[in-house]
Nanobody, 123 residues
Framework: QVQVVESGGGLVQAGGSLRLSCTAS????????MGWFRQAPGKEREGVAC????????AYADSVKGRFTISRDNAKNTVYLQMNNLKPEDTAMYYC????????????????WGQGTQVTVSS
């Protein structure tokens, strides 16, 4: 059974940083591109960042470019999202997904989803 578990969310002031972690089990982690998504209240889920199987390719939403960095450690079955210079508009539930394909940096091919971790940025 595939399990995807996020951690690291919390409350932070604007300008602060957080690092999200996501561990996946029940699959061959190194075979899956991994993505981070977020959903704010009343809004649709949107892609934030995506990383290819071995980390050679990454893609970011325009709204987070230069502030967020996605990385992975295949030996630990873990993907990270380092978030710097956080803004109130980054407030959302953040989800990790194991995607069956990189799909031009979208990481949205029949993904396995985690339950999410809440990030709240106060102004």
């Amino acid at each position: 059974q595939v399990q995807v578990v996020e951690s690291g969310g919390g409350l932070v002031q604007a300008g602060g940083s957080l690092r999200l972690s996501c561990t996946a089990s029940g699959l061959t982690f190194a075979n899956y591109p991994m993505g981070w998504f977020r959903q704010a209240p009343g809004k649709e889920r949107e892609g934030v960042a995506c990383i290819s199987e071995r980390g050679r390719l990454t893609a970011y939403a325009d709204s987070v470019k230069g502030r967020f960095t996605i990385s992975r450690d295949n030996a630990k079955n873990t993907v990270y999202l380092q978030m710097n210079n956080l803004k109130p508009e980054d407030t959302a539930m953040y989800y990790c997904a194991a995607s069956r394909a990189y799909n031009s940096g979208k990481c949205n091919q029949r993904p396995y989803w985690g339950q999410g971790t809440q990030v709240t940025v106060s102004s």
